[in-house]
């Protein structure tokens, strides 16, 4: 039975291929990053770790400390049971928020698209602003960004 080294090192492996053949411009800078390294040109700052616990954390070698400090299963098991519907919670707005005077609005509904920067989008945003209040909640979630993502273990 293969050890938690040898799984983790051939996902790794795994993930190089994967790059290598459909995503060649992060597989070169992963190359050069390792090549980097493997020659001196470049100092390793962190180090994954397989704690007795039975998961990883990360180590930041100058320091010793570990970057999560805990069980990181748990840790995404919390943050993902965090998620919920509402709008004010674990989300941010990819469109700045305005508030259109009336007279933009009219006229925006008459200009060419392409004379203001924010004419084509106005009444796209002036519509869903009244039809769905702040605080409402969500019924869905169509995409999910994680920052910092637990390892990958969410």
Same mark, same amino acid.
Not at 45 to 56: A, H, M, Q, T, V
Not at 96 to 124: G, Q, T, V, W
Not at 129 to 151: A, Q, R, W, Y
């Given at each position: 039975?293969?050890?938690?080294?040898?799984?983790?090192?051939?996902?790794?492996?795994?993930?190089?291929?994967?790059?290598?053949?459909?995503?060649?411009?992060?597989?070169?800078?992963?190359?050069?990053?390792?090549?980097?390294?493997?020659?001196?040109?470049?100092?390793?700052?962190?180090?994954?770790?397989?704690?007795?616990?039975?998961?990883?954390?990360?180590?930041?070698?100058?320091?010793?400390?570990?970057?999560?400090?805990?069980?990181?299963?748990?840790?995404?098991?919390?943050?993902? *049971? $965090?998620?919920?519907? /509402?709008? &004010?919670?674990? +989300? @941010?707005?990819?469109?700045?928020?305005?508030?259109?005077?009336?007279?933009?609005?009219?006229?925006?509904?008459?200009?060419?698209?392409?004379?203001?920067?924010?004419?084509?989008?106005?009444?796209?945003?002036?519509?869903?602003?009244?039809?769905?209040?702040? *605080? $409402?909640?969500?019924? /869905?979630? &169509?995409?999910? +960004? @994680?920052?910092?993502?637990?390892?990958?273990?969410?």
């Amino acid at each position: 039975m293969p050890s938690i080294e040898d799984k983790a090192l051939q996902t790794y492996q795994n993930n190089l291929t994967y790059l290598q053949a459909k995503q060649a411009r992060v597989y070169d800078k992963l190359a050069s990053f390792d090549s980097a390294v493997a020659n001196g040109h470049f100092q390793e700052r962190y180090d994954l770790e397989y704690k007795d616990g039975g998961y990883f954390d990360v180590k930041e070698i100058s320091t010793n400390n570990y970057l999560y400090g805990c069980d990181t299963n748990e840790y995404a098991r919390e943050i993902t *049971n $965090s998620i919920d519907y /509402k709008k &004010e919670d674990n +989300i @941010f707005i990819v469109t700045p928020r305005y508030n259109f005077s009336k007279e933009f609005l009219k006229k925006a509904k008459d200009d060419p698209i392409d004379a203001n920067n924010l004419s084509a989008i106005a009444p796209i945003i002036d519509l869903l602003d009244k039809k769905i209040p702040e *605080n $409402s909640t969500m019924k /869905k979630h &169509e995409k999910f +960004i @994680f920052f910092g993502v637990g390892l990958g273990t969410h």
